[in-house]
């Protein structure tokens, strides 16, 4: 996984205070899910599974963002952002 850059973390951060918990990333792209159970990984894409429905998230759209940022579960909660002040 690459560094994600200054706006997708904020892009995170704000998908957290709308109520989303997971971010997954999908290689070429980024998938938030605000399920409380950890998206696992089946056929390419990390999903939810119930008993009677399965839940993929809804796809972040943000041009020329989240390219190449590799395979991988995030937990929005642990992300942390620190402004410089000079």
């Avoid at 999908?26 to 990984?41: A, F, I, S, W, Y």
């Avoid at 041009?63 to 952002?81: A, C, K, M, Q, S």
Wanted: charged letters at 25%; hydrophobic letters at 40%.
């Amino acid at each position: 996984m690459r560094e994600l850059t200054e706006l997708e973390i904020k892009v995170l951060l704000q998908c957290l205070v709308q109520g989303y918990k997971w971010a997954a990333f999908n290689g070429h792209h980024v998938r938030v899910l605000d399920t409380e159970e950890e998206p696992t990984l089946k056929g390419s894409m990390y999903r939810v599974e119930f008993d009677y429905y399965t839940v993929f998230g809804k796809t972040l759209h943000v041009p020329g963002r989240f390219e190449n940022v590799g395979w991988h579960i995030l937990d929005l909660e642990t992300i942390e952002y620190q402004t410089s002040l000079f």
